[in-house]
C-alpha cells in the first residue's frame, strides 16, 4: 500500500513537473557580429548577438503536452536590459524547414531585428520541427498559443541563464503567414494575457487577416492566382484543427477528383508545398487553361464557401480572421498594393474595422506597388524606424517597477501630474513623451518626486511616457485629448 502510494505521488510530481516545466532544451548555434549584418544588407546594426535553439513544452491541437522549438537571438552584451520582439515566420515549404534549424528564409529578418538590440523569440509553429503532427497553417489559436508558451519560456528560464536582462517592453511583427500570426497573438496577449507581456507596439506585414472574405475573394475569383497551393493547405490545416466541426466534409467533397492525388502526396510529406504548387498548377493549365484555383473545386463547395455563412468550411476559416478586435497599444499595419499572393484589401479592411470599432492608436501603411516578395525590405525598414526610439535599452539594468510612478489624470487634456515614489534618486531624472510615430516629442528634467507637467505643443493621441532615473527606467501610457 506505502509503495502504491508512493508510486501515485511520485506521477503527480512528475505530471505537475512536466507541465510546469516550460523550457526543455536550450541549444547555442551560433555568433553573428553587427558588422555581418551591417556587411550583408547595409544597414546601421548595433549589437554583436548569439542565437540559441529553443524546445519548450506547449499544448497541441488536442491539449495534449507537446515540445515545440523555436529560435532565441539574444545581444551578447550583458550590461544592458533590453526589449523583446516576437517574430513571426511566413509559409514554410515543409516540416523539416524552421526557424531554429536556421533553414527558414525569415532567419534573415529575424538576425536584423536583433542586430538592432532586441531579444528576438521567434518560434517554429505546431507541427514543425520539434512538435508532432500536421502544421496547422494560418491556425490563429495555435500560432498564437505555441508563440505565447515560447514568449514564456525565453522570459521566466532561458534570459535567467543566459544572463540577459528583459526591460519588459514587448514588439509583436511577422510577414505573410506571420503577419496573420503576429496579429492573432497581439490580440491574445491583450485580452488574456497583458499580466504577462506588455505589448508596445505591434506591427505586422502583408498578412491574411481576413481569411474567409478578403483572401476568399482574391484566391477564389475568376482571375489567375499563382499560389494555388496555398489552398489544399489551409483545408488540410483546418481539418486538423477541427476534427468535430469539419468530421463530414472530406478533401474529395472539396477538390475534384484530378488533384486529390498530389494532395495527398503532400499530406503525406512525400512532396513540399513548393512542388505541390507546381503540380497544381500545371494539371489547372492542362485542365482548365489558366491557373484559376477556384476550378480545383466542387461548384456546390465553392457557393457554400462564398454564400453560406453557416458551411462548417465557412465557419473554419471565420474563426481564423483576426482583424474583428480593437488594439489598445500601438498598432500598424504595413501592405504594398502589387501584392501578388496576400491582398492588400486585408490591411485596409483591418484598419477600417478597428476605427470603427473605437481604436485610437491603430493604422495600415502603404509601402508602394511592390508584389508580395519586393514587400518585405521596405516594409521591415519603415517599421525598424517606427520602433527604434521605443526600444528603451538602458545601460542600467534595473527597471522601474508600474508602482514605482504613477500619472494622472489619463486620458489627460492640458497638463498630467506624475507622481514618483521617495526612494527614488532623482538626480538628472528625465521625462520623454514619444508619440504614434516613434517621435520623441518632448522632453523634461525631473527636479522632483512629485511635478505637474504641462502638454501644451502636444498633439492627441496616444503617447509614451518614458521615465529614467539613476534606479531605472519604466514606461506608461497616456491619451492626450485636446
Known amino acids: 500500500m506505502k509503495n502504491t502510494l508512493l508510486s501515485i505521488l511520485c506521477l503527480v510530481f512528475l505530471i505537475t513537473s512536466l507541465n510546469s516545466q516550460n523550457l526543455v532544451t536550450l541549444e547555442y548555434l551560433k555568433d553573428v557580429t553587427a558588422q555581418e549584418v551591417i556587411d550583408a544588407n547595409g544597414i546601421p546594426a548595433e549589437y554583436d548577438m548569439e542565437f540559441y535553439r529553443v524546445e519548450y ?40 524547414t524552421g526557424m531554429s534549424n536556421l533553414t527558414a528564409n525569415d532567419v534573415d529578418l529575424a538576425t536584423i531585428y536583433g542586430s538592432f538590440g532586441f531579444i528576438v523569440v521567434a518560434p517554429d509553429y505546431l507541427g514543425v520541427l520539434s512538435s508532432r503532427g500536421f502544421h496547422p497553417y494560418v491556425h490563429a489559436d495555435s500560432e498564437s498559443s505555441a508563440a505565447l508558451d515560447m514568449m514564456r519560456a525565453v522570459k521566466n528560464e532561458a534570459l535567467g541563464e543566459l544572463g540577459i536582462f528583459f526591460n519588459e517592453r514587448t514588439f509583436i511583427t511577422g510577414y505573410s503567414q ?93 512532396i513540399d508545398l513548393i512542388e505541390l504548387n507546381n503540380r497544381l498548377i500545371d494539371l489547372l493549365v492542362e485542365n482548365e487553361g489558366m491557373s484559376v ?30 482583424y474583428d478586435w480593437v488594439p489598445e497599444s500601438f498598432m500598424v499595419m504595413y501592405y504594398c498594393t502589387g501584392d501578388d499572393q496576400v491582398t492588400f484589401e486585408n490591411a485596409i479592411l483591418a484598419e477600417s474595422e478597428m476605427l470603427s470599432k473605437g481604436a485610437l492608436f491603430t493604422s495600415a501603411v502603404d509601402q508602394g506597388d511592390e508584389d508580395h516578395g519586393g514587400c518585405v525590405i521596405p516594409a521591415v525598414s519603415t517599421a525598424l524606424e517606427f520602433i527604434f526610439i521605443m526600444r528603451g535599452i538602458s545601460s ?87
Not at 491541437?61 to 517574430?87: C, H, R, W
Not at 492573432?184 to 505591434?202: M, N, S, W
Not at 477556384?294 to 480572421?321: G, Q, Y
Not at 504641462?454 to 503617447?463: A, I, K, P, Q, R
Open 57 to 96: 513544452t506547449t499544448k497541441d491541437l488536442n491539449e495534449v503536452q507537446d515540445t515545440a522549438s523555436g529560435l532565441l537571438i539574444v545581444p551578447k552584451d550583458q550590461d544592458f536590459a533590453y526589449p523583446m520582439l516576437t517574430y513571426q515566420h511566413g509559409t514554410l515549404p515543409d516540416r523539416n
Open 178 to 270: 506571420g503577419g496573420h500570426a503576429a496579429m492573432a497573438l497581439h490580440r491574445d496577449i491583450q485580452t488574456d494575457h497583458a499580466d504577462e507581456f506588455d505589448v508596445v507596439a505591434g506591427f505586422p506585414m502583408s498578412g491574411p487577416y481576413s481569411i474567409s472574405e478578403k483572401m476568399i475573394d482574391f484566391t477564389l475569383g475568376d482571375q489567375e492566382y499563382f499560389f494555388v497551393a496555398y489552398l489544399p493547405n489551409v483545408a488540410l490545416s483546418y481539418k486538423a484543427a477541427y476534427p468535430q466541426l469539419l468530421a463530414d466534409v472530406e478533401l474529395e467533397d472539396i477538390f475534384k477528383p484530378e488533384y486529390i492525388a498530389d494532395i495527398n502526396r503532400f499530406k503525406n510529406e512525400e
Open 293 to 322: 484555383p477556384a476550378r480545383m473545386i466542387h461548384d456546390s463547395t465553392l457557393t457554400n464557401i462564398k454564400t453560406n455563412p453557416s458551411h462548417p468550411l465557412s465557419m473554419a476559416l471565420a474563426d481564423n480572421d483576426v
Open 396 to 482: 542600467n539594468t534595473e527597471l522601474l517597477d508600474n508602482t514605482q510612478f504613477s500619472i494622472s489624470p489619463n486620458p489627460a487634456h492640458s497638463y498630467i501630474q506624475l507622481s514618483l515614489d521617495n526612494e527614488l534618486d532623482m538626480d538628472n531624472a528625465q521625462l520623454r513623451f514619444i508619440d504614434i510615430s516613434g517621435k520623441i516629442v518632448k522632453t523634461e528634467k525631473l527636479q522632483s518626486h512629485s511635478t505637474k507637467v504641462d502638454l501644451t505643443g502636444l498633439n492627441s493621441g496616444l503617447h509614451l511616457v518614458e521615465i529614467e532615473t539613476k534606479n531605472g527606467i519604466g514606461i506608461k501610457r497616456i491619451i492626450v485629448n485636446k
